[in-house]
């Protein structure tokens, strides 16, 4: 019997992986030269070859990849004519250059299985090997085919896909499946793959997918942007540019427990304003779908190609072309075009598609239980849609959490920027450049909340000037810039990104209960015009940057704190009462409550004049060349 062991390196890709595969020697029970709880022991013909961690935070999963019915393409004619051999480069990632080869392993030509016009599926304990069929619609490994309710209850369960040219299993038009306990190994494309996003009520659960390989070249930007990618006969679906283990593109499944290691992201959840393919005139939204359980998902080795992709992507855009060729065009980074509003009233169902949902009408997604590690941008990164996230874990990644809309509720969550083990990267590659940061405010009006959040081992331990040590003198506090696990220099506990003068806060957010365990630098305002000489003035965000520390577990002042910007042409603007607390690190203000939550302040009247309001940024006032926003005065 064949396994797979799964890599816990940072980079999983066909140029550099640590996946290995062994054969089972023999498996030997009850005995008792082992740990406590270690049931069995299980002897490999071939020697490990990599370090393969298990720690109290994350392990190396195993699949057993060998089943007793086998369904395989052909040995002489099925591999691609001409494969990766790992020697292809291109721009430096994380101090790496090695890429997978976009003119390589394009016609892998295997077997299928499809069930469809009125057909039952219930497949387990099957392998399927070589199978799928490189950029052919409809030719994967295992395929539901538009059955729509006819197939309640078909399964597809106890199984293994490896080597596979082209997808693990799609769901396409079909509901009240199961999908469930496979084992996915070495596949092109995306893996769980519900197609066109019409398709609901179905179970994917304990499901294992390892070392997913993308098509193209992986897109990336500067900022929040990627290039485009538009279908054509290289690409038959454009968002296999960032192939991951599963595509999720209507939320009102039921996703649990599964993990997937490698990929452009580890679970994708694409927004899809109208749904693909036969469904495209379909009357429902996907992405206004409401969530069922989003449960205890692990993913990890993925995000490498792009800092905001993330291991969970709630991300990238999948739309019909508007030059009425009727081809899709995939944009992989931030869209403000197209949003997820998961919504209670189906305003398709009532004629009235792109209705606005009203708030009391508005839903939240729920990420429950969730885990991200190894990730060397962000765990889990969302553009758009309100979201609650709950009971969720990173451990060893750049980034805990990215929320970029309104409207977040995250609860008892545990960032572990560094676990103190010595992160697998590539030649050239270097931890130093995976961040570390806990969680950063963004300038966009975001009225989170954080609740109940413990942060572990986050923000840098010190510089030439700064030991960062007045909330913490431990001296393996944070993470400093040690080979092998060290982290950036500016990372930080919590960040303040301050791009801009139409985007300030405005709606305050709030956190509750946080907890900081051997933690280095908490704060960082980051001015990001403080680069030029002479700086111009910071931006109106970052002069308005605020949060409510509701029980002062933040500040350290056990007491209701209002955190405000400390930069310095914020002037007077936080500092309100003479015992105001200015944390030089952020550099923020703190404003304790007093007296009971009034404060002393006098009555003033301001009317809003919305023209004046649209020229800032532009041109009353504005970033960088433009003219100063200065403020015309403080209350005190």
Known sequence: QRIVLVTTAVKDSRDWHQNEEFTIMSVEDNITAVPEGVGAVVYLEESIQHRHVANSGY?????????????????????????????????????NSG???????????????????????????????????TNVLGRYPMHF??????????????????RSFYRCISIHGTHNTTTTENVA???????????????????????????????????????????????????????????????????????????????????????LYQPLGPHKDVNMRPSSRTSKTLDGNTAHSAGWWWGHAGAFYFGATLYYNTDGSGLLVYNAGRDTSFGRSPCLVDKCAAGNCGGYCQPHEQAWVRLSNSKAFLTPGVGLNSWTGRMEIVGYEAHDVGLSLEALESGFWV?????????????????????????????????????????????????????????????????????????????????????????????????????????????????YLRDFRDGNNPPPPSTVSGRTQNWHDHDGTVSGYDEPTLIGSGLADAGLWWEVEDDATFDTHGPLWFVKQQNGPDRNLGHIKLEWDSSLHSQVGDSICGNGPLIDCLPEGYIK
């Open 59 to 95: 392990q190396a999963e195993v699949g057993l990849l060998t089943r007793d019915i086998v369904i395989q393409g052909s040995e002489l004619d099925s591999e691609p004519s001409s494969t990766d051999d790992g020697t292809y480069t291109d721009r430096s990632v994380y101090g």
């Open 99 to 133: 890429a997978p080869d976009p003119s390589k392993n394009l016609d892998g030509f295997g077997g299928h299985v499809m069930v469809h016009n009125g057909g039952l599926g219930y497949v387990e304990g099957v392998e399927l090997y070589r199978m799928g069929q």
């Open 145 to 162: 085919h538009v059955l729509g309710n006819d197939c309640t209850g078909c399964y597809f369960k106890d199984s293994s896909v490896h």
């Open 185 to 271: 190994y070495d596949v092109t494309g995306y893996c769980y793959y519900l197609e066109d996003g019409v398709e609901e009520d179905n179970t994917l659960s304990f499901n294992l997918v390892a070392h997913v390989h993308f098509m193209g070249k992986a897109p990336y930007g500067g900022g929040q942007t990627t290039e485009k990618n538009y279908q054509s006969v290289d690409m038959i679906l454009p968002a296999d540019a960032t192939a991951s283990g599963f595509y999720i593109t209507n939320v009102h499944n039921d996703v649990i427990g599964n993990v997937a290691s490698g990929g452009w992201a580890g679970f994708a959840f694409p927004i």
């Open 411 to 523: 609860d008892n969550m545990l960032a572990v920027c560094r676990t103190g083990e010595n992160l697998a990267m590539p030649p050239n590659g270097q931890t130093t450049y995976i961040k570390g940061d806990g969680f950063f405010w963004y300038d966009t009006g975001q009225e989170h909340i954080i609740s109940d959040a413990t942060f572990r081992n986050c923000g840098y331990r010190q510089s030439a000037t700064n030991n960062y040590d007045q909330y913490d003198s431990s001296p393996t506090r944070g993470c400093y810039t040690e080979s092998g696990y060290g982290c950036q220099s500016k990372s930080t506990v919590f960040g303040f990104l301050t791009h801009s003068d139409t985007h300030n806060p405005e709606v305050m957010q709030a956190t509750k209960n946080i907890k900081f365990e051997n933690c280095g630098r908490r704060f």
